[in-house]
Nanobody, 114 residues
Framework: QVQLVESGGGLVQPGGSLRLSCAAS???????MGWYRQAPGKQRELVAS???????NYPDSVKGRFTISRDNAKNTVYLQMNSLKPEDTAVYYC?????????WGKGTLVTVSS
């Protein structure tokens, strides 16, 4: 069973940038992978997805600011987040898309605040 470990979160000022990483314990080749986030009191939402071939998709709320990428050889997925806003504050998770219950990790907290 694949385990996913997210890292790279932290405190950043509005307008700043962060790069998140998701390391998988096994091969992610062939899986559509996604980054999700859950803000306090809100449902978890998908913020980026990427196919094995590199086709990406984003909701309007992050389009143009977030970039997902993957390195299949390293079994790692990345999320570059630029122009961060306070409303981006959340715990960020990676998982397959659609998500598998068994793959949820602990996530990494991103706090955007001055």
């Amino acid at each position: 069973q694949v385990q996913l470990v997210e890292s790279g979160g932290g405190l950043v000022q509005p307008g700043g940038s962060l790069r998140l990483s998701c390391a998988a314990s096994g091969s992610i080749f062939g899986f559509i992978m996604g980054w999700y986030r859950q803000a306090p009191g809100k449902q978890r939402e998908l913020v980026a997805s990427i196919t094995s071939g590199g086709i990406t998709n984003y909701p309007d709320s992050v389009k143009g600011r977030f970039t997902i990428s993957r390195d299949n050889a390293k079994n790692t997925v990345y999320l570059q987040m630029n122009s961060l806003k306070p409303e981006d504050t959340a715990v960020y998770y990676c998982n397959s898309n659609p998500p598998a219950k068994a793959y949820w990790g602990k996530g990494t907290l991103v706090t955007v605040s001055s």
